[in-house]
């Protein structure tokens, strides 16, 4: 049974940092692809970054330059480094994983999501 375990949330001001991390156990590896969603209050869950099974990385254009989304050595983690910050990245961060290597929109096994805070 896969499970998502987020960790790493939690309130700055704006122009600060975060590093997410999301730990996957079961049948989840580097040979997995894995990503970050987010979804603010009162609007739909978007994608914020992929990281594929053969290690190609996707970034949303709105985090482009302050965003960075990697493996650790051990594959079945995945971090997303959060730089600068702003409100309008509040809300609640989710991991993905997906039974392909090359999924460019994870969606087979969720987290149970992990809150951002961001204040101006």
């Known amino acids: 049974q896969v499970r998502l375990v987020e960790s790493g949330g939690g309130l700055v001001q704006a122009g600060e940092s975060l590093r997410l991390s999301c730990v996957a156990s079961?049948?989840?590896?580097?040979?997995?692809?894995m990503a970050w969603y987010r979804q603010a209050p009162g609007k739909e869950r978007e994608l914020v970054a992929t990281i594929t099974g053969g290690g190609v990385v996707l970034h949303s254009e709105f985090v482009k330059g302050r965003f960075n989304i990697s493996r650790g050595s051990a594959g079945n983690t995945v971090h997303l480094q959060l730089n600068n910050l702003k409100p309008t990245d509040a809300g609640v961060y989710y991991c993905?994983?997906?039974?392909?290597?090359?999924?460019?929109?994870?969606?087979?096994?969720w987290g149970q999501g992990i809150q951002v805070a961001v204040s101006s």
């Open positions: 079961g049948s989840i590896s580097n040979a997995n692809s």
């Open positions: 993905a994983a997906d039974k392909l290597a090359a999924a460019a929109r994870p969606n087979d096994y």
